[in-house]
């Protein structure tokens, strides 16, 4: 038995479940961090970016398990689930974390930087093309609406990457290398599902 067998007989025997467990306790500390003033001089500006990059990194992350079933034989396609809604979990706390904590629903405001701050908008767009993929991710949604449909459906997370990627490129203003490395991974990902659809 190879060392990738191994790993995917130990992926059968091991529940999604405690991936939500283990998946929130970063945001509890980072919580945490912020409330006793251990996050530098603007602890909710590292807060919202903090989570928000982790909601892109488990983004990418849900996009990455394909390609590792396809060319490496791991499959982990079992928690990908957990792994989306949890990109859906910090997305939402880092939105949150703007509306409350940063501009504390001052609404004028905020429609301000909606209208005028590009990097904002495609941030919403991104996160309301996720409300309907963190709806659907259970087995009721599935026989509702039907396994192609459901498919189709959450194809939108070939739109939510790119544009969460995006996001996080123009916040930083200047061409920095880490957002980029996250755009160009993202864009990577997508493009490997067009390639393999194409080849089906």
């Known amino acids: 038995m190879t060392q990738t067998q191994r790993l995917n007989q130990v992926v059968k025997t091991v529940s999604a479940w405690?991936?939500?467990?283990?998946?929130?306790?970063?945001?509890?500390?980072?919580?945490?961090?912020?409330?006793?003033?251990?996050?530098?001089?603007?602890?909710?500006k590292?807060?919202?970016?903090?989570?928000?990059?982790?909601?892109?990194?488990?983004?990418?992350?849900?996009?990455l398990i394909t390609p590792l079933r396809d060319l490496f034989k791991i499959n982990l396609i079992k928690y990908r689930r957990?792994?989306?809604?949890?990109?859906?979990?910090?997305?939402?706390?880092?939105l949150l974390t703007y509306l409350w904590l940063d501009q504390q629903w001052w609404w004028s405001a905020i429609w301000k930087d909606i209208t005028k701050r590009p990097y904002i908008i495609i941030g919403v767009i991104s996160f309301l093309a996720m409300v309907p993929l963190a709806i659907t991710s259970n087995n009721l949604s599935i026989r509702k609406l039907g396994p192609l449909t459901w498919r189709k459906l959450h194809q939108l997370t070939y739109i939510v990457v790119p544009l969460a990627a995006l996001h996080f490129v123009l916040l930083k203003k200047t061409w920095q290398l880490?957002?980029?490395?996250?755009?160009?991974?993202?864009?990577?990902l997508v493009g490997y599902r067009f390639w393999r659809k194409r080849l089906a």
């Open 18 to 44: 405690p991936i939500y467990i283990v998946g929130v306790l970063p945001a509890a500390w980072l919580f945490y961090q912020a409330v006793s003033n251990n996050l530098g001089a603007d602890p909710l």
């Open 178 to 188: 880490e957002p980029i490395l996250y755009l160009g991974v993202g864009l990577l």
């Open 46 to 63: 590292a807060l919202e970016h903090q989570l928000g990059e982790w909601a892109l990194q488990l983004l990418i992350a849900t996009l």
């Open 82 to 94: 957990a792994i989306g809604l949890l990109a859906f979990f910090y997305a939402l706390g880092h």
